[in-house]
């Protein structure tokens, strides 16, 4: 019954304790027998130590109130800044979102971001406090600070502690009584929006749906609106902790279905499923395509694996179709991948997914943004996220970088670090601060998205001591002075090596790349200049010293698996390095050595 169904999603900044109440929700509803230590809902190694839920799942639970089983189906949402586009799919599919705040972190960028969002979908937000068990008290300002971004009353806040199970029947007790069941009409034509696919070897791609008008019945021939392509319905189930198969999904239900799709890309999440006979006349809201912002190419640390790295990424991809890539090749890095993705994080998720999921070492060069390049002879620009397709500087007319609109959560005290960060990436402050409690600030800044993906996250953090959280949208292309820098290894053009800077951090940037690829590539039996110019002309130099030693001197006449040892380990080593004309390059040369740590 459509009127026993609540769909519902978790919001969050990141760990404040969604994925922790996840599975308390599982484990008090039963949907899990026996209470398991780990989290349930992020399956992969990855997700669970960086804390974060990479890709959106569904599981359904039944919870019995007032003597009547309900059918609540929790949508997990990411909660990362980069996976925003994923969180707004999750919330399309919902009536309803617990907003979870961390009470020892209180309201933090994303916490703002996502309630912005569920508010904006015309959801009702049930706010918990979390973490209470590491309080005696609960603190009025957060309390303060939840009630006015949501709009509530004091009582409407529930204390949990999702971490020992206080308050949890409290909010399944909310979830059935204050969320709405959903609105649909199951005579009408289908409509089903899909909000996640996921890939599996076996079956091909999954398709996880909600219903909004009409049902789904197995063997249905399914129309996907914004392709026009028909598929079968082999299989359509709903999804506990397993799948469980079904004949027939009814309106305001969540489900999978598996029809034989081989390919991500002719699944977009955000289309709407209709029947293929009696078909729906609109689709239920247009969806948006995530665009990549950052590029970067890939290559596999040892030249001989470039076949696996690249049915890796295409299986990757299959997971992850906000992963976009095309073969290149360079004479430094040999045969790789030039890759776009959402923001930084997703990139270096990318990176450690390809190393441990399918154990390949991968060189990752530094992160660029998109451009538009404009030339003389021409009015249309070009669009150009690759370094080594910048053209020759007298034929350029002017150039435009992407710009975001920051918006920066600190405790007051940390306002002017914050504020000489913000400058020092080139940005201006828009409106002035606002406070959001007597201690908590949000500033915006418009910047340009290049500067945040370099080390921006990593110095945030560290000037604020962890207390600033941020969020960005694009906002759009502005005019820019940039200059590429091309770096020089004992007289041979790097190009892996070549940015785009800003005119003003041009020197600053040349000579520290100098220092560190001075530092990072060892030294040989000859001296080898490293020259880094801009425009045509050298502006840094720094140069690494010979030596003469060979390493197996100092074992002379000695134990020969002592020096059997350290060839070896020098073989190993050499792995990792790349040949270019006579000198040996370490594979952290190419990658974003530039990064603060
Ligand atoms: P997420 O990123 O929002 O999914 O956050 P997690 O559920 O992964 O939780 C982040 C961290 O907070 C983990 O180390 C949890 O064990 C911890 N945590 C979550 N809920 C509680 C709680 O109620 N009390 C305490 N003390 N720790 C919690
Ligand atoms: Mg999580």
Redesign the pocket.
């Known amino acids: 019954m459509i009127h026993d169904i609540r769909n519902f999603c978790i919001i969050?900044h990141?760990?404040?304790?969604?994925?922790?109440l996840a599975d308390r929700l599982l484990e008090f509803t039963k949907t899990v027998s026996e209470k398991k230590r780990s989290?349930l809902l992020d399956d992969m190694d990855l997700e669970r130590e960086r804390?974060?839920?990479i890709k959106s799942h569904a599981v359904q639970m039944e919870y019995k109130y007032n003597n009547k089983i309900y059918i609540l189906n929790l949508i997990d949402t990411p909660?990362h800044v980069d996976f925003s586009y994923e969180v707004s799919r999750s919330i399309s599919a919902c009536e309803g979102a617990i907003l979870?705040v961390d009470c020892t972190k209180s309201v933090q960028a994303q916490t703002i971001s996502h309630l912005s969002l569920a508010l904006k979908n015309h959801l009702i937000i049930i706010p918990v406090l979390?973490?209470i068990?590491?309080y005696d008290s609960i603190s009025e300002d957060v309390m303060k600070e939840i009630m006015e971004l949501v709009g509530c009353k004091m009582e409407d806040i529930i204390p949990i502690?999702?971490?020992?199970g206080l308050g949890i029947n409290h909010v399944l007790n909310k979830i059935v009584t204050r969320i709405p069941y959903p609105k649909g009409d199951p005579k009408a034509p289908l409509q089903a929006i899909i909000f996640d696919s996921l890939y599996n070897p076996f079956r091909g791609i999954e398709i996880l749906f909600r219903i909004e008008n009409g049902c789904i019945r197995k063997g249905q021939k399914l129309r996907f609106m914004s392709t026009g392509k028909i598929y079968s319905a082999y299989e359509i189930g709903i999804l506990k902790l397993k799948h469980i198969s079904k004949n027939k999904i009814n309106t305001g239900d969540v489900g999978y279905v598996v029809s034989g799709i081989k390919n991500a890309s002719e699944v977009k999440v955000g289309d709407t499923i209709t029947d293929a006979q009696k078909p729906a006349t609109k689709a239920i809201q247009k969806f948006k395509e995530f665009k990549p912002m950052v590029f970067a190419s890939i290559y596999p640390v040892d030249s001989d694996k470039y076949e696996d790295l690249r049915s890796s990424i295409e299986k990757l991809q299959l997971n992850d179709a906000a992963l976009s890539f095309s073969p290149e090749s360079s004479p430094a890095l040999g045969f790789g991948f030039h890759c776009g993705f959402l923001g930084f994080l997703h990139m270096e998720i990318v990176k450690d997914r390809l190393e441990r999921e399918y154990d390949i070492s991968v060189i990752l060069t530094i992160p660029n943004v998109s451009y538009r390049v404009y030339m003389n002879n021409n009015q249309k620009f070009l669009m150009i996220n690759n370094p080594s397709d910048f053209p020759e500087t007298e034929k350029l007319k002017r150039i435009e970088e992407p710009y975001v609109l920051v918006s920066i959560f600190t405790k007051d005290i940390y306002i002017g670090n914050v504020m000489s960060l913000c400058i020092e990436k080139r940005g201006i402050m828009i409106g002035n601060h606002n406070y959001m409690t007597s201690k908590r600030i949000k500033i915006m800044f418009e910047m340009p998205l290049s500067e945040i993906v370099f080390d921006f996250y990593d110095k945030l953090k560290s000037i604020s001591n962890g207390y600033a959280s941020f969020d960005y949208n694009f906002i759009g292309y502005k005019n820019s002075d940039l200059k590429k820098i091309t770096v020089w290894i004992n007289h041979e053009k790097i190009e892996p090596l070549s940015l785009l800077v800003h005119k003003t951090k041009a020197l600053f940037l040349s000579r520290k790349i100098c220092q560190e690829l001075s530092v990072l590539i060892p030294k040989h039996q000859f001296s080898i200049p490293i020259q880094v110019s801009v425009s045509g002309r050298i502006i840094a130099r720094e140069t690494i010293k010979s030596f003469r030693k060979n390493v197996t001197d100092k074992c002379y006449g000695g134990d020969i698996s002592r020096k059997r040892k350290l060839l070896e380990k020098q073989k190993k080593g050499k792995k990792k390095m790349r040949q270019i004309g006579k000198v040996e390059i370490p594979s952290s040369a190419f990658m974003n050595f530039l990064k603060v740590k």
């Open positions: 969050a990141i760990d404040h304790g969604k994925s922790t989290q804390g974060i839920t909660g979870v979390n973490k068990d590491l502690s999702a971490k020992n």
